[in-house]
């Protein structure tokens, strides 16, 4: 079992940044691949970035450029650094983690979620 607990959420404006963090406990080390989601009022829930366990990185075309995801092996933690942050990345972000599989963004392949923190990034 791993228990996960989003923070770093907050209001910004366009073009500035937030670290999001992830705060795993439980089976860390077992988890081959570690996403970020996001979703928007009345949208679906979509992947913004996830890495697996040998570093593999695949990010949304949204996003490209724009983010990074990476894991603090120490802290047993997962992050995601927004940078250049737009109205449309307003949402509240999920991470999610799956022991095993290809590592896409799609949300139906992961069985780990925290309960999100809120992204506000004003125009």
């Known amino acids: 079992q791993v228990q996960l607990a989003e923070s770093g959420g907050g209001s910004v404006q366009a073009g500035g940044s937030l670290r999001l963090s992830c705060a795993a406990s439980g089976y860390f080390d077992t988890m081959h691949c570690m996403a970020w989601f996001r979703q928007a009022p009345g949208k679906e829930r979509e992947g913004v970035a996830v890495?697996?366990?040998?570093?593999?990185?695949r990010y949304a075309v949204s996003v490209k450029g724009r983010f990074t995801i990476s894991k603090d092996n120490v802290k047993k933690s997962l992050v995601l650094d927004m940078n250049s942050l737009k109205p449309e990345d307003t949402a509240m972000y999920y991470c999610?983690?799956?022991?095993?599989?290809?590592?896409?963004?799609?949300?139906?392949?992961?069985?780990?979620w925290g309960q999100g923190t809120q992204v506000t990034v004003s125009s």
């Open positions: 890495i697996s366990s040998d570093g593999t990185t």
């Open positions: 999610a983690a799956v022991a095993g599989g290809l590592c896409l963004l799609w949300r139906d392949a992961y069985n780990y």
